[in-house]
């Protein structure tokens, strides 16, 4: 049985930090057009949930999910956001991954880049 993978982003503007990070990771380790994860609330605490299916698992890993169950989108306790992440020509991919892979190592701890 393939497991599934899934983490808590938190509330407010943690979720879109995390967001982010995960947005930079995907477009370095991912096919164009692919989308290697699901959103969705937790109704009940109302966090953010991001899953990764078992094809996805070494995104999952490098993101910090940790294996779940295969999430159940009843739209009670789990309401799927049915969010799909920007899908990029062939064209601008490699132009946007250099980019993403340079602002990643400008926000490295230890860079000497100017901080904001």
């Known amino acids: 049985m393939s497991s599934w993978f899934c983490r808590r982003l ?20 991912c096919l164009i ?3 290697p994860y699901r959103l969705a609330v937790d109704t009940l605490t109302a966090e953010t949930i991001v899953y990764f299916g ?3 698992s070494s995104l999952a890993n490098a993101f910090g999910a940790t294996p ?16 799909k992440p920007l ?3 062939a064209s601008e991919f490699g132009f946007l991954s250099s980019l993403l892979v340079s602002v990643a190592d400008y926000n490295q ?3 000497n880049a100017p901080r904001a």
């Not at 509330?11 to 990070?21: A, D, I, N, S, Y």
């Not at 779940?68 to 969010?83: A, Q, R, V």
């Open 109 to 111: 701890p230890g860079s």
């Open 10 to 29: 938190g509330h407010g503007e943690q979720v879109f930090k995390e967001l982010k990070r995960l947005r930079i990771m995907r477009y370095q380790a």
């Open 68 to 83: 779940c169950n295969e999430p159940m989108m009843d739209g009670i306790t789990l309401l799927d956001l049915d969010f």
């Open 33 to 35: 057009g692919q989308d």
């Open 54 to 56: 078992p094809d996805d």
């Open 87 to 89: 899908a990029l020509p």
